[in-house]
């Protein structure tokens, strides 16, 4: 059976909710699609001002404008015109009973509960469509959403949910803008070690042999400096690349590689 389950109206600009409907539909489904509402809400000033996240059985569809965002939860099967149709019908009305400077100023989450009378008016007209008598406001919304669809959310762009960070959220990421807490931990390979082993050795190579240059140096007054000052830039040069490498090595467990405990971060 298609329906609307849940509604609610948020502020932008720092997810605080404002209002929300009475809910009494308790299956796990809906309690965790609920969830995503949170994540959603966090997000807002980043997506479209019209946009649906599919999960699953579930929709959510969310509009935004001047600073609020109206968001319903609803079974997958529901019209798109009907849902964006009734989140229009919460926005016309919220703008109308609450001026901008309320929106604006409020700190208490729901401080604007009682606008839950009109949500759930307009959730019982909306789940018995025989009922509407909105054809031709529907025929626009039709023909609005045929002109600019609304943008489908992944559940990838969502990121962190309930504490939990997409394993795929980085694929949808600039390599710039990839906090190190999202990134995957990778095993170091046995290459990297022996590597990090002989640059480590060269490096004491390179000072001992810049010591018996030294020696050298003073027992011979033709011998020429330059040969000393290029062995100890050579352990320089070793011992700063060991040390970045150092840097970036940590021991550890990942939870997704059972092939070693050293990882790179």
Do not use: W
């Amino acid at each position: 059976m298609s329906m609307v389950l849940s509604a609610s109206v948020v502020r932008v600009r720092d997810g605080l909710p404002l209002s929300a409907s009475t809910d009494y539909e308790q299956s796990m489904g809906v309690q965790e699609c609920r969830k995503y509402f949170k994540s959603l809400s966090k997000k807002l000033g980043q997506l479209p001002d019209r946009c649906t996240l599919k999960t699953g059985q579930y929709n959510i569809n969310f509009i935004s404008s001047l600073g609020v965002s109206y968001m319903m939860l609803c079974t997958e099967n529901y019209p798109n015109v009907l849902a964006f149709s009734f989140l229009d019908e919460l926005q016309k009305e919220f703008i109308s009973t609450y001026n901008m400077m309320k929106t604006n100023t409020a700190v208490r989450p729901y401080c604007f509960i009682e606008f839950d009378n009109f949500i759930q008016r307009t959730k019982q007209r909306y789940n018995n469509p025989r009922s509407l008598s909105t054809k031709i406001n529907l025929s626009d919304m039709q023909t609005e959403i045929k002109l600019r669809p609304a943008y489908q959310v992944s559940m990838c762009e969502l990121g962190s949910t309930n504490g939990f960070t997409s394993s795929f959220s980085v694929e949808y990421r600039s390599a710039s803008k990839i906090s190190s807490a999202h990134q995957r931990l990778e095993p170091v390979t046995l290459p990297g070690i022996v590597a990090f082993i002989l640059s480590l050795l060269c490096g004491a190579l390179n000072l001992i042999r810049g010591f018996h240059a030294i020696e050298s140096l003073l027992q011979n007054d033709g011998e020429d400096f330059s040969y000393v000052i290029a062995f100890f830039l050579g352990t320089a040069a070793c011992l700063y690349q060991n040390g970045r490498g150092a840097a970036r090595l940590k021991i550890g467990k990942c939870p997704d590689c059972r092939k070693g405990n050293f990882l790179f971060l």
